[in-house]
């Protein structure tokens, strides 16, 4: 087995991990670093459930090695703390079984960050890399733009 | 993950990555160039592709660059589609380019990548295909530039060893009037049934198609019957029809007549958009 090691950036910490050269960022941070809130679904770069923050922006992380991600700036669900999109999720319900939720969080965080003032069109665009099983695509669209009126 | 182990190497030049492979050749090891490598990942997850190295460009200046050069805008192989759609320097590979995948996977897909991939859509070749575009690539015979039409047959025609390093644009294919459709099985999710692209040169339409066969293309033969103004609209689709390149896929996106039924609507809908329709 070809394993390396190698530091990663992880929600502001420098993290050292041995890695395969094969394995994905989603692997390790599970497997490696116990951070289990990004979420394996598809593997297959559909579902967005894994979906992580990587310098601003957002990443299927089974769409990228683990040791592509070295210089880069790793943002997980755990390393957002009372954001306004995790609050707004709350108020909204815009969760039923919750499965797909850290992967649209994030990447609605990325969206927030990006365009502030983000058009329908925009939010369409960013949010169909998500699939909810449980259909709360409303709930969730409530969601994001109640924090983007806010801005 | 993925079930077989590589070594990954990160060359930070063109002559560092060509050495790498040609390196990697003599002692019979397998390489693959990688940008946003996500077919590495997607395709060796089901064991489609194997390898025992990976070589990955996106660090190489030379294949990063986003600007004009003269009379010529210039895109770097390591792109990825969101930075040219956020950009939109070519409008019309941005909205090509923005029907790829989806938002956060074109974070990861490249320009590149896409046009050199095992997946046969290939769709972000088709504006480079109808503006004449030349491609410029790297190996160990040293850089090759060359007309992407004479080099792309199906997909990107590169030998061991070589990768696409750029691709160059006239500016006057980028400023033409332009339309982008793809069209899927349902919605606005899910994989591709057909892309058609399209520029107005003047009163010469030129149009480019993806999904429709296994291979991206532009035919000259289906543009020369569908410019044929001495014919009326529906007989010059109908030519564009029987000159297709063959086969016309039937899968479980869409059979083959339901794929020409498709693109018969399509060609109505690019003339009539660029005013080419009377």
Known sequence: MKTQIIDLHVN????????????????AIRGKLG????????????CGACTVNV???????????????????????????NTPIQQAFIENFAFQCGYCTPGFIMNCHSLILKHPDADDATIKEWLESNICRCTGYTEIEKAVKSVLEKN | MLPFDFDYYKPASLKEAIDLYQSKARNREKSMFISGGTELITLGRINLVHTEAVIDLKDIA???????????LVFGSTLTLTKIEETNLFPLLTKTASEVADHTSRGKITL????????????????????????????????????????????????????????????????????????????DTGYPLITVAALKMGEEVRVALSGLCPFPFRSKKVEDSLNNREWPINDRVDAALAELPRPILNDVEGSSDYRLFVLRNLLHDVLEGLGASF
């Open chain 1, 12 to 27: 502001g910490n420098l993290r050292t991990v041995t890695v395969r050269s094969a394995d994905t960022l989603l692997y």
């Open chain 1, 35 to 46: 951070l289990t809130g990004a979420k394996p679904g598809c593997l297959n770069g559909d």
């Open chain 1, 55 to 81: 310098d601003g922006w957002p990443m299927k992380s089974c769409l990228m090695l683990a040791i592509e991600a070295v210089g880069k700036n790793v943002t997980t669900i755990e390393g957002l703390k």
């Open chain 2, 62 to 72: 030379e294949c990063k660059v986003m600007q004009f050069e003269g009379d010529y």
């Open chain 2, 112 to 187: 590149g990548g896409n046009i050199c991939a095992q997946i046969f859509y290939r769709e972000t070749v088709l504006p480079f295909l109808l503006a004449d575009s030349q491609v410029m690539i790297v190996g160990p015979d040293g850089v090759k530039v060359a007309p992407i039409n004479d080099i792309f047959k199906e997909q990107l025609q590169l030998k061991n060893g070589e990768f696409l390093v750029q691709l160059a644009t006239d500016k006057r294919f980028i400023e033409a009037p332009y339309i982008s459709i793809k069209r899927r099985q349902q919605w």
